[in-house]
């Protein structure tokens, strides 16, 4: 079975460690798709490359490393691996919450780099599919909350007040909200009212227009 190739993404300021990290890389089926020297630049390039994995520095100019990784997770999520020098378990909670996936000391070999990048990506995948799955239990129960709650509609004209406060037609907010169509007829009441003339033909045939 031919393992896939990941596009990797490397954030580091540090010309030596950067060195050693590609020269671990090369050891694996992995393409080096682009580095960056700072936070900064590393969003930009996370935004522009769309990499499979992102190997994030903590220590960094303009933008730390776990500062990155949150805008990433905003703008762009991708996995991450944060890479540091010393590890410690405030450190880690931070990064867990900033979105990283797995973290290595530097610096890393190889085989260390192919279990972090396996496992960043695991959990990555793990929670995209939650929030997915939170976004759609989130507009199921405002779809429910909107279905049932009570609506402001006008006695004259029956146009609803919208959450903005402004009044559009039934039939346009029903689709916005509940995905629903309307089909346009009249019933025999106002056929009998407003076109008297056709009223008895269309009774007769027992349908309305």
Do not use: W
Not at 158 to 169: C, V
Request: net charge negative; with cysteine; charged share 30%.
């Amino acid at each position: 079975m031919v393992e896939q190739t990941v596009r990797i993404l490397l954030a580091e300021d540090d010309y030596l460690v950067c060195e050693e990290i590609k020269r671990a890389l090369r050891e694996l089926p992995h393409e080096l798709v682009g580095e960056a020297d700072n936070g900064e630049e590393a969003v930009r390039l996370a935004c522009d490359l769309k990499p499979d994995v992102i190997l994030m520095d903590i220590k960094m100019p303009r933008l730390d490393g776990l500062e990155a990784s949150r805008r990433i997770r905003r703008q762009c999520p991708a996995p991450i691996v944060i890479l540091t020098a010393h590890e410690s378990r405030d450190l880690l909670e931070e990064a867990r919450s900033a979105g990283v996936g797995a973290y290595l000391t530097k610096p890393p070999r190889s085989g260390e780099l192919a279990r972090a990048i396996a496992i960043a990506t695991a959990r990555h995948a793990d929670l995209m599919e939650l929030s997915r799955v939170n976004e759609e239990l989130r507009q199921s129960l405002e779809e429910v909350k909107t279905l049932r709650g009570i609506l402001p509609i006008c006695s004259y004209c029956k146009n609803i007040r919208n959450d903005q406060g402004y009044y559009e037609q039934l039939e346009k907010y029903h689709h916005e909200h509940a995905g629903m169509d309307f089909s346009h007829t009249i019933c025999p009441r106002c056929v009998e009212k407003h076109f008297p003339e056709y009223s008895q033909e269309i009774m007769k045939n027992g349908r309305d227009t």
